[in-house]
């Protein structure tokens, strides 16, 4: 079973940083793409960033210039690092993975973590 363990959220004043990581560990063959993304109570789920294995990257609008996503495919792990934070970044973040588990099993599967809280307040 393929497991995504976050970390790094947690309060911070507007205008700070924080980094996020996200470790996937279990039965991988390759990840094809890494993400992250956010959700507040009574809205969708919003993408934030994601990643290639080619290191391809894509962003919403609303983070562009100030959240980079970044990747280690070796230790199968993405990080989001994010700078002057505003209060409507405050959200539930989570880390998906789209991957395979095996050579002979073509199938792509999507996992997602369990989410971590960023909270941008003064």
């Known amino acids: 079973q393929v497991q995504l363990v976050e970390s790094g959220g947690g309060l911070v004043q507007p205008g700070g940083s924080l980094k996020l990581s996200c470790a996937a560990s279990?039965?991988?063959?390759?990840?094809?793409?890494m993400a992250w993304y956010r959700q507040v109570p009574g809205k969708q789920r919003e993408l934030v960033a994601g990643?290639?294995?080619?290191?391809?990257?894509n962003y919403a609008d609303s983070v562009k210039g100030r959240f980079t996503i970044s990747s280690d495919n070796a230790r199968n792990t993405v990080y989001l690092e994010m700078n002057s934070l505003k209060p409507e970044d405050t959200a539930v973040y989570y880390c998906?993975?789209?991957?395979?588990?095996?050579?002979?099993?073509?199938?792509?599967?999507?996992?997602w973590g369990q989410g971590t809280q960023v909270t941008v307040s003064s």
């Open positions: 998906n993975a789209d991957h395979r588990s095996s050579y002979y099993d073509s199938t792509r599967t999507i996992v």
């Open positions: 279990g039965s991988i063959f390759l990840i094809a793409e």
């Open positions: 990643i290639s294995r080619g290191g391809s990257t």
